[in-house]
């Protein structure tokens, strides 16, 4: 499965961007029959699990976007969206789109994704 990320860019503490993820897959299944997420690598950080949705519409957030994130997906044009509101400094980072097998749903854990995206930069200021 290839994923691109789309969206991204530079805002005020406050503000709200939506990341666009676009799905495809060579063997023509439905990015339904993947767990897909998106996460985020900070300079310096470790990558983390920011929010991940279940082909039966199952989703999980991480804590520090509870509330704030949304996770969303469009089944006709396979892709996947994360709204952000209320962005804060500390959201900072590159954000990647990420698919993995179904039974992996819905862990936030890096190791269990096998396709990434290259990312899309999310910058906020103070």
């Known amino acids: 499965v290839q994923l691109v990320e789309s969206g991204g860019g530079a805002v005020q503490a406050g503000g709200s961007l939506r990341l666009s993820c676009a799905a495809s897959?060579?063997?023509?299944?439905?990015?339904?029959?993947?767990?897909m997420g998106w996460f985020r690598q900070a300079p310096g950080k470790e990558r983390e699990g920011v929010a991940i949705?279940?082909?039966?519409?199952?989703?999980r957030y991480a804590e520090s976007v509870q509330g704030r994130f949304t996770i969303l997906a469009a089944n006709t044009n396979n892709t996947l969206y994360l709204q952000m509101n209320n962005l804060n400094p500390e959201d900072t980072a590159k954000y990647i789109c990420?698919?993995?097998?179904?039974?992996?749903?819905?862990?936030?854990?890096?190791?269990?994704?096998?396709?990434w995206g290259r990312g899309t930069q999310v910058t906020v200021s103070s």
């Open positions: 949705m279940a082909g039966d519409g199952r989703i």
């Open positions: 990420a698919a993995g097998s179904t039974w992996v749903c819905p862990t936030l854990e890096v190791e269990r994704y096998a396709h």
């Open positions: 897959d060579n063997a023509y299944r439905s990015w339904s029959d993947y767990c």
